[in-house]
Every structure is written in structure tokens, then in C-alpha cells.
């Protein structure tokens, strides 16, 4: 079949790979895509947030399926566009439609569905303007660090932390009052969950589900964990501490109510749903729900799929993943990101990439890429390329990662030198 893939980061590259990869696809379009997803398809120019550009290109193409790497076109109602425009309502969309994207686009929606399905979370209240003397009280009852969430998309950086009650005070009205655009006109206020985070995916048609790979991602620009928050600077695939009994509990008392009440609520439901979980002394609590999976995750935890993604594609939309199960590559994937410098500030474009010279078992993703007319690669974004390396242990897989980002070069390139370095300690 023909395949549109929507998305233009690493996360699109690594799905891509796989979609590539598979019996079923005779020919792979990805819009945008970026200079790595033009080795394995075809770059088409297309608005994702264009539901009628995007509806004619499926048909003038005779596209099959529509997978959906980001939130926004979902949270917006693509897939519903799609299921309720008769001559695009047979192509199988792999992403929920706008009512479960839901559970991403509006953190108090999340929270909401999960004290009704009593899924572990951390206690909250939901905040306008009109209720900022109440949130400031609210604060007070809390112990710090204070936990403020903009309720609707803020492209990940909503999510503030804060040690003094002063400030979170502060922040609280200045959210409220436009920080973060329509994002933040409500607040989400959480108590502080202490512990390790990890990220755990399901593939889902609504009913059935199948667990994928865990990981954990790195948010913060600063060695040690410090600095500001940004799309992700590495990940790891498995996670140490997700053993079995760990993930037991994830399934029993997180994924399977979640399923369930996605389907008891009849909340139509076609593709991932990633997990942002905290292990608090070895119990699972839910930080967020995002309706797709993660990047960088992705570009460790698909390396290791050996299953043909399209065949579980095609399950999931047609109501079957109980039919399915999923192969996966028992040795570690250990992912490092590259990025501009400057990011997630200020940053340039356009800068000459010398890839270097290729390794065995390591994977380059684009994620902010282009070539120029003569096929010059450059950058062109703030996270740039990442290496994911596959090996039988972590410090190996970490090894062979960071040996080829070392290869690669271009002015002002930044990275973090201690991804997985957490993990490793917790090992020893």
C-alpha cells in the first residue's frame, strides 16, 4: 500500500525506517520529512495542519494510510477529518481522533479521565483566571517544588518547576495571564512526585493493546539535569529498573484501566499512546499522557522492533491487535542527541554537516536537517541529528553512540555527555 507519514523530526526518521522496512509498503511519502526521511521516501510539501491539502494529496495518491508522528494535527482533528469525509473514510489513520487527543491536548481532561479510572497520579486542582486567589491557597497546602502545567499545548514547555511558593505564586499569575498563550488560560497545580521518571508506549486500536520497548528520555539541556527543559537530548531503551515486576504493576494498574476506560467511555482510539510514568520507591504514578510516542524515545525504542510495524499498523486499524504479538531485540538501544548551539534558545541555521564515517549497529536520525541545492547537508533546527547505537549492554550501546557522534561535525555543535550515567550507578 501507499503510506503518508506526518512529521518532520527524528522520531518521523525512525518510524520511516521502519515503515520502509515492511512487505506491505509499496511507496512511502512523508510530509515534510527532513533530509534523512529523503533516503528511505519522499519528501512531499505538505501543511499537516491543511486538513484539505493533506485529504487531496491521499487521494490524488492513492494513500492507504495515514500514520501521524505529532500531537497538533491530532489534537486539531485530523483523524476525525478522515473518518468523517466519505471519500477519505476507508484509509486506515494511525493517531486517535480529537476526542482521545485529548488526553494531550488538555492536562486537566488527562487528569480528569484518570481519577475516574482511579489510575495513580499526583493530586491536583485546575486553576483560571477568575481562580487565582484559590490557586495561590492551593499552593500553600503544597510542600515545594510547586508543579505548574499550562492545561492545553505549550510545544513542551508548560511544564514549570518551582522551590519557593513566591515564585510559584508568581508564575501562577503569569501563566494565567498569557505566558503561555491560550495554552495556559487554565493552570493545572500538582503536588511534586519524587522518584525516577521512564517512559512507557502501547500500540492500541481502542479494545487491545501491545506494550512496547520502556525508556527514559532527557529533557534537560545541562549535564546533570540542569538548565532548561528541551525536546530531548538522549534516551535509553530498556530502562534497568522497568524489570518485570515493575511493569507488571505499570500494566495492571495504568495501561489496562486506561484501555479501559478509553473503550468504556467510547472514546475512539487508533494508535500510540506514550505513558509518562514516575517510579515513587517502586510504584508507577502517571506524570502525562501523550497520544504519540516520544522523540527521542522513539529513536531508541523502534531500532529495537523487529515485528513489522505496518502489519501492526494495519491490526490496529482495523480493531485486531489481539491477533498481533511484537518481536523485540533483546539487546540495549542508547541514543545521544546532537544540537545546535545556543538551543533551546537562540540558535543558527543553515551550517555545513560533515556526517563522518558510518559504524555498525549505530542508526543516524535527522531531526532538524535540509540539503541545499547541491545536496549540501545542513542544519536547520535546534535539535540537529541524533546516533542511537544497539549493543548487548548499556555501557556498550552508550560507547558506540558516543563514538559516533564524535565523528560528526559542524560550528557550534552542542551535546550531553552523561546520557544513561544515572542508570549505569543505579546498575552497580
Not at 403 to 420: A, K, P, Q, T
Amino acid at each position: 500500500m501507499n503510506i503518508l507519514l506526518i512529521g518532520s523530526g527524528g522520531r518521523e526518521h525512525a518510524i520511516a525506517v521502519k515503515i520502509a522496512h515492511s512487505a506491505h509498503c509499496s511507496k512511502l511519502y512523508i510530509a515534510p520529512g527532513n533530509a534523512g526521511t529523503a533516503n528511505v521516501g519522499e519528501n512531499v510539501d505538505l501543511d499537516s495542519m491543511d486538513f484539505e491539502a493533506v485529504g487531496r494529496f491521499v487521494i490524488d495518491h492513492r494513500v492507504e494510510m495515514v500514520v501521524v508522528g505529532p500531537e497538533a494535527p491530532l489534537v486539531a482533528g485530523l483523524a476525525d477529518h478522515f473518518a468523517e469525509t466519505p471519500v477519505l473514510s476507508h484509509v486506515k489513520v494511525i493517531g486517535p481522533q480529537r476526542q482521545g487527543a485529548m488526553l494531550e491536548g488538555s492536562k486537566d481532561y488527562a487528569k480528569a479521565f484518570m481519577m475516574r479510572h482511579k489510575i495513580p497520579t499526583a493530586q491536583y486542582r485546575t486553576f483560571t483566571p477568575d481562580t487565582l486567589s484559590d490557586g495561590q491557597t492551593f499552593l500553600e497546602s503544597l510542600q515545594p517544588p510547586y508543579v505548574l502545567k499550562a492545561d492545553g499545548l505549550a510545544a513542551g514547555k508548560g511544564v514549570l518547576i518551582i522551590d519557593t511558593l513566591d515564585e510559584a505564586k508568581q508564575q501562577l499569575a503569569e501563566m494565567l495571564d498569557g505566558k503561555f498563550g491560550s495554552a495556559s488560560a487554565s493552570v493545572v497545580v500538582e503536588e511534586y512526585l519524587s522518584g525516577i521518571e521512564l517512559s512507557v508506549f502501547i500500540l492500541t486500536d481502542g479494545s487491545h493493546y501491545l506494550m512496547l520497548p520502556s525508556a527514559k528520555d532527557y529533557k534537560r539541556i545541562g549535564e546533570g539535569d540542569t538548565g532548561l527543559n528541551t525536546g530531548g537530548m538522549g534516551s535509553v531503551s530498556p530502562v534497568p529498573f522497568a524489570d518485570k515486576e515493575f511493569m507488571k504493576k505499570v500494566e495492571d494498574r495504568i495501561v489496562k484501566p486506561t484501555v479501559r476506560g478509553l473503550r468504556d467511555e467510547k472514546i475512539p482510539y487508533k494508535g500510540f499512546l506514550f505513558i509518562g510514568l514516575m517510579n515513587c520507591n517502586g510504584d508507577p504514578y502517571v506524570i502525562e499522557y501523550n497520544v504519540r510516542m516520544g522523540d527521542p524515545e522513539t529513536e531508541s525504542v523502534f531500532p529495537r522492533l523487529k515485528s513489522d510495524v505496518v502489519d501492526l499498523f494495519v491490526h490496529t486499524a482495523e480493531g485486531s491487535l489481539d491477533q498481533c504479538s511484537l518481536t523485540v531485540d533483546s539487546r540495549t538501544a542508547a541514543c545521544v542527541m546532537m544540537v545546535a548551539g545556543g538551543y533551546p534558545g537562540s540558535y543558527a541555521k543553515g551550517l555545513p554537516i560533515d556526517l563522518g564515517t558510518d559504524a555498525d549497529d549505530v542508526q543516524i536520525f535527522h531531526c532538524g536537517t535540509r540539503r541545499d541545492a547541491d545536496g549540501q547537508l545542513l542544519t536547520n533546527g535546534g535539535r540537529v541529528l541524533c546516533a542511537t547505537a544497539l549493543a548487548p549492554s548499556l555501557p556498550e550501546a552508550l560507547l558506540k553512540s558516543y563514538n559516533r557522534v564524535h565523528s560528526i561535525v559542524w560550528d557550534n555543535c552542542y551535546l550531553r555527555r552523561d546520557i544513561g550515567q544515572d542508570l549505569l550507578k543505579l546498575m552497580q
